[in-house]
Structures are given as C-alpha cells and as structure tokens.
C-alpha cells in the first residue's frame, strides 16, 4: 500500500456551506476521516478524546447515555469542551432526538455552557427537513441571545426509512448543513432487516447489503455540496474488516467514516487520504491534459488509455482530498489575467 500524502484540508465536497447573519462557517472544509464517538457520560473517555486524533469527535449523549445519565452528562460534556486543548480536531456534540424528552434541554445547556468551544451539533434520526429546521431555529436565537461569534454547524444522521426517502430535501435544508451520516444500526430497525450485531445480513445477500442505502445518502450529500460520512462498525476488534468496510465506502466517495474506538482513528485516515503515489499521478495527468489543451487538443492519449475533462475533474478530487490545490487550465489563467 502506498504512502498516505500529507493531512490535507480538502473534504471532497467541492463546496462550503452558505453562510448567514455575519457569522462565518468554520468547519466545512475540514476534512471528516475520521469521526470518533465517545460517551459524554464518561470523563474518563472525554478527557483521553482530544489525543485521539481524529478529524472530529463527538461527545455523545444519546445512545452511549443511559436515560438515567443522560442530564447529568451534558456538564461532563460541557467540561470536556470547554477544558481540554483540542487541537485541529472539531468539537461535536450529539444530543438526544427531537421526538424525545431531553433533545430540547440538550441544546440549550450545552451550547450555553460550551459556547464557542462547540464547532458542530450532530442530530439524529432525522426524518424531515422540518426537522433540522428546528435545531437551526433553536440555535440562532442561542447564536444571538449568547452573542456568539461564529455560527455552529449541523451533521444529521439518516438512519430511518422516511428519512432515507427524504435525504435529499433534509441535506438542502439547513445552510448550517455540513455533512450527512449514514446510520446503519437503526436504519436495520427503521426497514425491519434481518441483519447481525454489525448490521450484516444474516444470511447469503448478491452483492453489498447496504449499496442502495449508502449511494442514497451520498447522492443527496453530492447534490447538496456538504460532506458523506459512512457508518460506525461496531466490530472494533477486527480492523481489517473496518478497513475494508472504510474501502468499500471511499470507493463509493464517501468522505470518511465513524469510528466507535480510537484504534480504527488511523485506519480510517489511511483510507481516506490519497497516496502520495495517487497525488502525483493526477498532477502528472493535468499536467499533461493541459500541455495539450494549450495546444488545442481536448482530449489526449497516456498510457494506452484516453483522457479527456472527466479524468481532469476526477484527478481534480484526489487533489481535493489530499488539500493540494488543483493546477490552473492555461486559459483560465490568461482570462483571469485579462480581468485583473
């Protein structure tokens, strides 16, 4: 396997999120390889989190709390937040599900106690676009009564049927929006799938069992320019089949992966960092393209294959992944000279 190239800032999406009231996206171009879940129950987990390395952690208070936790677990998240150095990593919280009792608390005590320590509110089981309108609405008016000075950004989860069918309606719904999760665990009870405990099929299945539900929630990230994030896999003691579950979803162009233990952290910034061997081969293919292009020709031949705009546009995402800026077509630098 080839040597990763260096972290890069480049999301894959192509696109940042829009911005309104003053207040500037922070987040969308950061990369999402890696997104660690950690109990905010726990402050043992909370406090070792930050040396993670991973792009994102999220300190969670829906299903790692226990109902009888999960109010007192917002002051442990709180601290972790607001007490610890962070780094590059961002801040996540994903509070309980606006159907149930503690989602409206969750908000309003962690975003007041955290602040500006708090880059991203994760929201699960979202089903409508109505729904992430919701948390928008609540956060803007925390965002103004708090006078924070950057606005904080949403990830939803896509992880029941209705949401499925409306992800693309929900990843347009927000311009908070800044990536959408494929939840495969409750997904299996949203369909009534006959699966095992890491959401495999249990019997013989043509194919890749979760293909459909996977390019559904990709297609409407694309569509929407935000970032897809691909599933936890809750077999932490077998990271060879994490990695090739992470595989399976990067070839797909998913931007990155959950992770439920630190030790699949590294696994998935390996799968989802271009190699240097990758980096170097779509510079050498648009150098070449457009050598060509400067002399008229749209479309050339390397290596016994053809290349013409597409291969230029699918080099262009390596070099977005990896953060390495995409070399400039001769006439688009001779247009923008003119108008300087």
């Not at 309104?20 to 990369?31: E, N, Q, V």
């Not at 991203?120 to 006078?147: F, G």
């Not at 994030?229 to 959950?258: C, H, M, N, V």
Request: proline fraction near 5%; charge should be negative; aromatic fraction near 6%.
């Amino acid at each position: 396997m080839g040597t990763r190239a260096n972290k890069g800032a480049g999301t894959g999406t192509g696109s940042s999120a829009a911005t309104g009231t003053g207040r500037a996206a922070r987040t969308s171009k950061h990369p999402r390889r890696s997104e660690l879940a950690t109990p905010a129950s726990s402050e043992r987990m909370c406090a070792k989190a930050p040396s993670s390395g991973a792009d994102l952690v999220f300190l969670d208070l829906e299903d790692a709390c226990a109902p009888s936790v999960k109010e007192s677990a917002r002051s442990i998240a709180v601290s972790a937040l607001t007490g610890q150095a962070w780094g590059s990593t961002l801040r996540a919280v994903r509070i309980n599900g606006l159907d149930t009792p503690w989602c409206h608390d969750d908000l309003i005590e962690i975003v007041t106690g955290a602040r500006e320590a708090l880059d991203v509110v994760i929201v699960p089981k979202v089903r409508t676009a109505r729904d992430v309108w919701w948390v928008d609405v609540l956060l803007s008016q925390l965002e103004e009564k708090l006078r924070l000075e950057k606005r904080i950004a949403l990830e939803v989860l896509i992880e029941d049927a209705e949401g499925l069918a409306n992800a693309l309606d929900i990843a347009r719904s927000s311009p908070r929006l800044e990536a959408l999760i494929f939840g495969a665990g409750d997904l299996s009870v949203s369909l009534q799938a006959r699966v095992d405990g890491n959401f495999d099929p249990l019997g013989p299945y043509p194919g890749d069992f979760w293909h459909f539900a996977r390019t559904q929630v990709l297609t409407a990230a694309r569509a929407s320019g935000i970032a897809a994030i691909d599933a936890p896999f809750p077999a932490y003691g077998e990271p060879e089949a994490y990695r090739t579950s992470a595989a399976q979803a990067a070839l797909l162009g998913f931007d990155g992966k959950w992770a439920i233990h630190p030790s699949q952290v590294s696994i998935a910034h390996e799968v989802f960092t271009p190699t240097k061997e990758e980096v170097a081969a779509a510079l050498d293919v648009i150098a070449r393209y457009r050598g060509a292009e400067a002399d008229g020709t749209g479309a050339i031949g390397h290596d016994g294959r053809l290349v013409d705009a597409a291969h230029i546009r699918l080099a262009a995402n390596v070099l977005d992944r990896a953060g390495h800026g995409t070399p400039e077509s001769p006439g688009a630098a001779a247009s923008t000279s003119s108008t300087g």
